[in-house]
């Protein structure tokens, strides 16, 4: 088995506490958290934007991926 790069270990870290910090923001289990932003495109969005979103305050990606989730049909406020 090949080892982590420094750059995939970094985006494992990233998405875990981004997953932690929405679950905490809405008083929610992470497993939850998690599951939604799987089914609303939140994690496809960190995806597709981790370059950008990496360099944000948490608490703003947070937010952001409420929006996004919110504009794919969730309705988590």
């Known amino acids: 088995m090949e080892a982590l790069s420094k750059d995939d ?6 998405m875990n506490m981004i997953i932690f910090e929405f679950a ?3 008083k929610m ?5 998690y599951t939604y932003l799987m089914k609303y495109g939140g994690i496809d969005f960190l995806n597709e934007f981790y370059d950008v979103e990496h ?23």
């Open 9 to 14: 270990r970094y985006w494992i870290e990233y």
């Open 24 to 26: 905490r923001s809405f």
């Open 29 to 33: 289990p992470v497993k939850t958290a």
């Open 55 to 77: 360099t944000e305050n948490p608490y703003y990606t947070v937010h952001t991926l409420l929006k996004v989730c919110n504009n794919n049909g969730g309705t988590f406020r």
